[in-house]
């Protein structure tokens, strides 16, 4: 018994430790809207919008691109994207996005930056919608 609560407690410790890890890499953090915006104005990137089509024309930040995450060519698409690029990733409130940021990263996407509480936060702040 007491074993397998120290098994148990180690597991715990590596998998926080490893989550607080993933959070703390810069190469992949995740932004609140306005450091999203910061951020994604001072570099080469590529602006993705992982919403439906219908979403995405109804207003989307400037310059993105849609693939949408619920499509059935999400993976074929993203693997036109160039894998050293940075990412900025986002959805309607971050769900998406953050599953999305997940599977790229399996693909092999090296920098993924998601925004934290989506296009809606987005407009909160009053960040400017195309």
Same mark, same amino acid.
């Given at each position: 018994m007491k074993m397998s609560f120290l098994f148990v407690l180690a597991i715990t410790l590596q998998l926080f430790t490893g989550c607080a890890e993933a959070q703390n890499n810069p190469e992949n953090a995740d932004y609140n809207p306005k450091e999203f915006n910061a951020q994604m104005q001072k570099q080469d990137c590529i602006i993705l919008d992982v919403r439906t089509p219908q979403e995405f024309n109804a207003g989307h930040v400037k310059g993105a691109v849609n693939i949408d995450w619920n499509g059935s060519d999400?993976?074929?698409? /993203? !693997?036109?994207?160039? &894998?050293?690029?940075?990412?900025?990733?986002?959805?309607?409130?971050?769900?998406?996005s953050a599953k999305a940021k997940t599977a790229m990263q399996k693909a092999g996407f090296k920098q993924?930056?998601?925004?934290?509480?989506? /296009? !809606?936060?987005?407009? &909160?702040?009053?960040?400017?919608?195309?």
């Open positions: 999400f993976q074929t698409s /993203i !693997e036109k994207l160039d &894998k050293n690029k940075k990412i900025f990733i986002y959805c309607a409130v971050g769900g998406r993924v930056h998601n925004m934290l509480g989506g /296009i !809606e936060a987005w407009k &909160k702040d009053a960040l400017p919608v195309e």
